[in-house]
């Protein structure tokens, strides 16, 4: 076995840099003669304006540049695309509306850029933007789905009837209402899920400036340059893409966020070519809060059909999904193809139909956040699923079970196109049924109530698609010394890319991990980069790098060859050895990497030294999936739950390394009971003002609310979708964690004859159930 390949549990490398302070992060980085921006945001969450009127502001001590949107139009910049273009149910194409950097003639949500300014130092740019004055005409405006959705509710844009952004479905309707005619039973569930702020832990920040070369530089916070560098050079600016570099450092967590081209980013650009000198802008909490996509926000009707054996015939879905008030890069994708792909869940259901209809309000973009639409559609069917095994009075795991579907039937492809390669879900969710005592519980619930605790039991069994397209490549350069350096294009925000890549070159070219270097962040140095986002970055990056060592190991086949005068068909390679077969003649790895470099011994045909390149285009995605078993009690005289015990057991195929998977799912998980128990943003429906603000208003989970986690996992069932047989995993926990947990909530209410809870089920919410239960009791 290698020393620290593939399957052990090695410690982050790069935690000893980071914890000791030593991390470098774009707010740490200072250039000479740096300037510094402020951005002036709309406090009205609609309005119209015709004058911004900069003069005074202009004239402020230290102040470089006010720029507004007129003079961003009148330089030719470009606005900020949706990428994501979609066809609605009657075939016509979803309008797109323009998103300038900073706005021209009228806002649509608190926080929208007016006019940024630029001055020696952060102060001065604040200080000057309190002159800068905007002849504000507020109009009406819609804060919530239901008040847009309103006949005579205030548009957003002028072109969007009803403020309907699009009409879209997948599936077959008409098998779907057939299956339904003929059902059983029909269960049917409506829901919320709540709206979220991503509160990266290191806010958005960007550094635009002018290179010697004259090509334009932002150095930003982000998931990965070159999507960045794409937009930026065909939309912005307009020029070819080599024009443009984008350097990313350490980066504090982006959760999805982090992917997206931000107004703020146009500016800095734009500023630095004005006025050549960079500038820098630190975004504060404050700003994200407003300003940063936010995620989530569905109101959905989903209905099972069964048959008389309670087998699923049939799902059918309506969702209506706030989108803000632009559509940000890709906001239609995730409530549409992410969200409905993944309806049916593990269940070999033979029909379904998921009808969308997207709503803009004003109120921030919504776009992709920790899961992206695959969250919202396990919570869909794993809460449907339960309220019909309560309905139908059986055992929710002997429903899930009775219709999962079962290994023999893999491939299996559901009814929304997508096809589960490998998967055993029964004996996954048997393995995590008998670690948490689900069969022992009825004693703890027991034990509860004497405490004056409501305790209730939650199963979810989740499946998501991930780690799918698009490709990547990965160069690994080899040193004289038998060194590696990987160059990727995805960029680690805190999950331990350095220290998994080095694993997998350890692994394949039992080379010492010590040894392997992992170099991202760079456009100008990474190899047709792709980014990070949808749990990616071991599936198909990784696999891309495994791809580039099998490469280097063929190459140095050919070298060592040679030094042994040998046939090159006689040589294996097995850890870190090239030897001739049948003989006890061999060369370590670090002497063939020394042999390719030996100019005067180099075979003919070949070029110097071991250095490989390799793309991953996977043809599939991958499908973890897994059980979350939640146990809740709750305070039956005010109300407020927690989490007293939470099981996990995970199939996501090959692991490579134990210790930073269950870092990511301890995660995930957390951020899943966030979403469930505590987080929520509001805004208020009539002004569309923005009511959770600040931490003081948003409630964020904390360390003392999260219990000790049990997790365990399964590699019986490798994806068969690429090389490494790895499932992605950054996304799962905050997929599971909602459905269980409500379901747990669920169960413990059942006294009161709660049959469903919308998220954020807090104190307050809880409590008015149970007073309403005691109320509807004490009449009875």
């Not at 899961?371 to 139908?392: M, Q, T």
């Not at 499946?463 to 799918?468: F, M, P, Q």
């Not at 285009?617 to 039956?636: F, K, L, M, R, S």
């Amino acid at each position: 076995m290698v020393k620290f390949g593939v399957g052990q549990s090695v410690k982050r490398v790069e935690d000893p840099r980071l914890l000791t302070g030593n991390g470098r992060y774009t707010d740490d980085i200072q250039i000479k003669r740096q300037a510094h921006a402020y951005f002036v945001r709309s406090p009205h969450a609609h309005a119209a304006f015709t004058k911004v009127d900069t003069v005074a502001a202009a004239k402020a001590p230290g102040v470089l540049a006010v720029i507004t949107g007129a003079d961003l139009q009148a330089a030719g910049i470009g606005n900020v695309p949706c990428l994501v273009p979609l066809t609605n149910r009657d075939g016509s194409k979803m309008e797109m509306p323009p998103r300038p950097a900073l706005a021209v003639g009228r806002t649509r949500f608190v926080g929208d850029a007016v006019a940024m300014v630029v001055a020696e130092t952060l102060a001065q740019a604040k200080d000057a933007g309190e002159l800068v004055e905007v002849d504000w005409q507020p109009l009406p405006a819609v804060g919530s789905i239901d008040l847009a959705m309103k006949p005579g509710a205030p548009q957003v844009w002028d072109f969007a009837k009803n403020n309907q952004v699009f009409d879209w479905g997948l599936g077959d309707e008409a098998k779907t209402n057939a299956a339904f005619a003929k059902a059983h039973r029909v269960v049917g569930v409506d829901f919320v899920n709540n709206r979220l702020i991503p509160n990266s832990m290191e806010p958005r920040n960007a550094i635009g400036e002018v290179l010697a070369d004259g090509r334009l530089q932002l150095t930003v916070s982000s998931q990965g340059g070159s999507g960045l560098r794409a937009v930026l050079a065909k939309n912005i600016f307009k020029v070819a893409e080599n024009r443009i570099r984008v350097v990313t450092p350490d980066v504090g967590g982006g959760f999805g966020m982090k992917i997206f081209l931000f107004v703020e980013y146009v500016g800095v650009m734009f500023a630095a070519r004005k006025l050549g000198r960079p500038v820098k802008w630190t975004g504060e909490r404050s700003e994200a809060f407003l300003a940063d996509t936010h995620g989530r926000d569905h109101q959905t009707r989903a209905e099972v059909a069964l048959d008389k054996d309670n087998r699923f015939l049939a799902l059918r879905v309506v969702s209506h999904a706030n989108l803000g008030s632009y559509l940000s890069h890709y906001g239609p994708f995730i409530p549409t193809d992410l969200f409905a792909w993944m309806v049916p869940g593990c269940y070999a259901v033979d029909t379904a139909w998921c009808n969308v209809k997207g709503v803009y309000t004003n109120t921030a973009p919504v776009d992709a956040y920790r899961g992206a639409g695959r969250p919202e559609a396990a919570y869909l069917i794993e809460r449907l699923v339960d309220k019909a095994a309560r309905e139908l009075g059986v055992a929710p795991e002997e429903l899930r079970r009775k219709n999962f579907v079962r290994p023999e039937q893999m491939p299996f492809k559901t009814p929304m196109g997508q096809t589960y390669d490998s998967g055993d879900f029964a004996a996954t969710m048997a393995k995590g049924l008998e670690a948490a005592d689900w069969k022992g519980f009825e004693a703890r619930r027991a034990e509860a109530r004497k405490r004056g605790k409501l305790r209730g039991i939650g199963l979810a069994y989740y499946i998501e698609v991930c780690g799918g397209a698009p490709d990547e490549s990965a160069q690994v350069r080899i040193d004289a010394a038998g060194g590696a350096t990987v160059l990727i294009g995805n960029q680690s925000n805190g999950q331990g890319h350095e220290t998994a890549y080095a694993q997998i070159v350890a692994e394949k070219l039992g080379v010492p991990f010590e040894s392997v270097r992992v170099a991202q962040g760079d456009t100008d140095m990474a190899v047709y980069p792709g980014g990070t986002g949808g749990s990616r970055a071991a599936s198909v990056g990784g696999s891309a790098i495994w791809g580039a060592c099998d490469r280097i190991i063929a190459k140095g086949k050919k070298f060592a060859a040679h030094a042994l005068e040998a046939a090159e068909a006689d040589i294996e390679f097995k850890e870190g050895t090239f030897t001739v077969v049948g003989t006890d003649k061999s060369m370590d790895f670090e002497a063939v990497a020394q042999a390719a470099f030996n100019m005067a011994k180099i075979p003919p045909g070949l070029s110097p030294g071991l250095d490989e390149t390799s793309n991953m285009n996977p043809a599939a995605a991958t499908y973890p999936n897994g059980a979350h078993v939640v146990e809740v009690e709750i305070d039956e005289a005010t109300g407020v739950p927690a989490v007293v015990r939470y099981t996990i057991t995970d199939d996501f195929g090959k692991v490579i390394n134990p210790l930073l998977l269950a870092g990511q799912v301890h995660g995930g998980t957390a951020q899943g009971i966030g979403q469930a128990l505590f987080e929520g943003a509001r805004y208020d429906a009539e002004t569309g003002q923005l009511l959770t603000g600040s931490f003081m208003d948003y409630c964020m989970p904390r360390a003392s609310h999260m219990p000790s986690i049990s997790f365990a996992y399964t590699e019986a069932c490798p994806t068969t979708a690429n090389p490494l047989g790895v499932k992605g995993c950054g996304e799962a926990g905050a997929i599971g964690a909602p459905p269980a947990v409500i379901n747990a909530v669920v169960d413990a209410l059942k006294p009161y004859g709660a049959t469903h809870i919308d998220m954020p089920a807090t104190p307050e919410k809880i409590w008015r159930v149970i007073a309403a239960g005691s109320t509807r009791q004490a009449a009875e």
